[in-house]
């Protein structure tokens, strides 16, 4: 495989020289494969194992491989749904798991309008909502009894490309295995998963190739622990059979005789599920292993080393292929110029994000008291990282697998464990020589010059897609030339000092010209309180005393909260928190109500009390919860919470402790 700085040659002139472009008059067919938690470079052909993949391997050798290619967000539905729309996912109604704004275009919808049969097969409870994406097939993960089994992947893709072709129609197929994802082949928790399935009639394939603990490639950016070196062992075992699926999908390509007139894109969904990779903002979370092939048009073979691509690019690109106009919005840009061999300004740099709420119990409903922003500029093999979330004492939870983490504090590895939980403010990384971050330069003087151009070229990027999270407390950042005590660390999501509690004095009915809430008064606004409110979607302010927390009837957010945290309680001691709320017209959701958590070891508690499930105008009630600090807290939060739409109110918020 020849490897270049630039790709300067192309080999499709014969085949286009009546269009002079890589668009062709007949529409060509596309097909995306996606494989789940794959890191960048476990394929042989990015520098992993040379018999791992063997499949994947394979089709670089008939395309395109990018050396710098990153998705946009490290988490499952994130990375996905920004594949599909093109945008950043604070541009298009989502930061989490939440689905995409009913504005906002997705192209398998533009697909649709352009006679194609689209299908999905795995992942697809991961594209929201369903019926946005117009799928005239689709399975999810239970649909398709676990989609462990590659034969199972051939099967649904060569039917579905008869279908197609039984429709005289061009064919999207998003084919996603649901490998090398959690549990991984021949782990403990596999036991119970694959039963669950093999009950609905699925089979669980054997990989083809299977390792030990004692073949586990050295990942660099863990320590070599007995657990780390298990768990990707097992890992390794399950990226065989994702392989195993790519090739499956690829045969059925063949047996129908399209590979010659289908535009192949192959990529990673995130980094490996382990900590310091998926779920976050270093290369080993966003950099992805993509593939593009497309027979006659783009050179196989070739690579793409210096460019960077970003997952939103990707919906431009395929647009622009088929000659069709990019949605007005559209964060990404096409990098059709690249697969056809040219140059292409603004690619020396991309930004990766990551806003992440804690998943709660029962599923992926953010909880909003636990931000985690960051963001990070690649350029030119150098990585500067903002951590917005870094306090020194508020703790990086997400994907942190305990086993993994434990075993690394029991056994010394303290300052590398460290670093993962807390980070710091700010950290730059030198990614040409040092992929796995484990050298951060953001404290060397002769960085400076470079570490401020760079956090201005951030600054600019947050303007000019509106990344209003951050950009109040960035800009002041770039202003001081680093973070200070004065930088106003959080402002509209995260509270860097720990808030004072509120007053500690019984509760009583008082007349509406005298709400008053001491230590946290709302008449002198929200200063004390930490507001998740999205910009023209919600509204919390104060209220002649009170606090109203507002929602209108088609806001696509029916969340709103108001949070004190780092109140410091003694674990044992018996707490009493109490309010007072009312609604007006509250419809769709589960009403206004106040909530506690507590904070130390492990998943935070939670308890709730108030007007639940409520509908309708209802005057002031006193709302209470009394119960023990359970063991082992550090902190605990204060949330005065509304989720559904109206208007609801609260006053005299007292916490007190006997």
């Not at 690249?338 to 409903?365: C, I, M, W």
Request: aromatic share 10%; with cysteine; net charge neutral.
């Amino acid at each position: 495989m020849k490897k270049m700085k630039k790709i300067t040659t192309f080999v499709a002139a014969g085949l286009l020289s009546a269009l002079g472009a890589l668009a062709a008059t007949t529409q060509p067919n596309i097909l995306l494969i996606t494989v789940d938690d794959m890191n960048f470079d476990t394929p042989g052909c990015f520098g992993g194992p040379k018999d791992l993949t063997p499949n994947i391997d394979k089709l670089a050798t008939q395309g395109m491989r990018f050396e710098r290619a990153h998705v946009t967000l490290a988490i499952c539905q994130a990375s996905r749904q920004s594949i599909m729309t093109g945008r950043y996912p604070h541009n298009a109604g989502f930061r989490w798991f939440e689905p995409v704004s009913a504005d906002t275009p997705v192209l398998p919808e533009i697909l649709k309008e352009q006679g194609y049969l689209n299908a999905c097969f795995g992942k697809s409870n991961h594209l929201q909502p369903k019926e946005r994406y117009q799928w005239d097939e689709s399975f999810n993960q239970y649909e398709l009894r676990g989609g462990r089994n590659p034969a199972h992947y051939r099967e649904l893709c060569k039917a579905f490309i008869q279908r197609a072709d039984s429709a005289g129609k061009p064919f999207f197929l998003m084919a996603n295995s649901h490998d090398p994802h959690r549990p991984f082949h021949g782990a403990d928790d596999e036991v119970p998963y694959k039963a669950n399935f093999e009950k609905l009639g699925g089979t669980f394939a054997t990989p083809s190739l299977v390792y030990s603990a004692d073949e586990a490639i050295d990942v660099g950016f863990l320590p070599p622990t007995p657990e780390v070196k298990k768990q990707v062992a097992q890992y390794m075992s399950t990226c065989s059979r994702a392989d195993d699926t790519v090739g499956e999908i690829l045969r059925a390509l063949d047996e129908t005789g399209h590979r010659d007139d289908t535009l192949i894109i192959f990529l990673s969904d995130n980094g490996s599920p382990f900590p310091f990779a998926k779920g976050n903002v270093y290369v080993n979370g966003t950099r992805t292993p993509l593939i593009v092939s497309w027979p006659g048009r783009v050179e196989p073979g070739t690579v793409e080393a210096d460019d960077y691509v970003n997952g939103i690019d990707l919906m431009p690109t395929v647009l622009e292929t088929l000659g069709l106009p990019i949605p007005e919005g559209t964060d990404g840009r096409s990098f059709l110029p690249l697969l056809e061999g040219k140059e292409q300004d603004g690619r020396d740099s991309t930004v990766t994000v990551f806003y992440n709420v804690y998943p709660v119990a029962g599923g992926h409903r953010p909880d909003l008291s636990r931000w985690h922003q960051m963001r990070c500029l690649h350029q030119n093999g150098t990585a500067y990282i903002y951590n917005g979330w870094s306090d020194g004492e508020m703790q990086f939870g997400p994907l942190g697998i305990p086993e993994i983490l434990n075993e690394m504090k029991q056994l010394g590895h303290t300052e590398r464990h460290d670093m993962f939980r807390f980070r710091c403010s700010e950290e730059l990384y030198r990614t040409s020589t040092d992929p796995d971050a484990l050298n951060n330069l953001v404290d060397h003087p002769e960085r400076k010059s470079q570490i401020q151009q760079m956090r201005k070229e951030l600054f600019a990027w947050m303007e000019a897609v509106n990344d209003t999270d951050l950009l109040p407390e960035f800009k002041v950042v770039v202003r001081d030339g680093g973070v200070t005590e004065q930088t106003p660390r959080g402002k509209g999501y995260l509270k860097a000092k720990a808030a004072e509690p509120v007053a500690t004095k019984p509760v009583a009915e008082k007349p509406a010209e005298n709400n008053r809430v001491a230590n946290g008064d709302f008449s002198d606004g929200l200063k004390r309180w930490n507001v998740y409110a999205q910009k023209a979607q919600l509204d919390a302010q104060p209220e002649n005393g009170t606090c109203r927390l507002s929602v209108p009837k088609d806001s696509p957010v029916k969340f709103c909260r108001l949070q004190q945290k780092g109140i410091k309680l003694t674990q044992g001691t018996t707490f009493e928190l109490t309010a007072r709320v009312k609604g007006e017209n509250l419809a769709g959701g589960k009403g206004a109500y106040l909530s506690i958590g507590f904070f130390g070891e492990g998943q935070p508690k939670y308890q709730n009390s108030g007007v639940r499930n409520a509908a309708g105008t209802f005057a002031w009630k006193n709302v209470r919860i009394r119960g023990k600090v359970p063991a082992a807290t550090k902190s605990a939060t204060v949330m005065l919470m509304f989720n559904g739409t109206g208007t609801a109110w609260f006053d005299d918020v007292q916490l007190s402790v006997e």
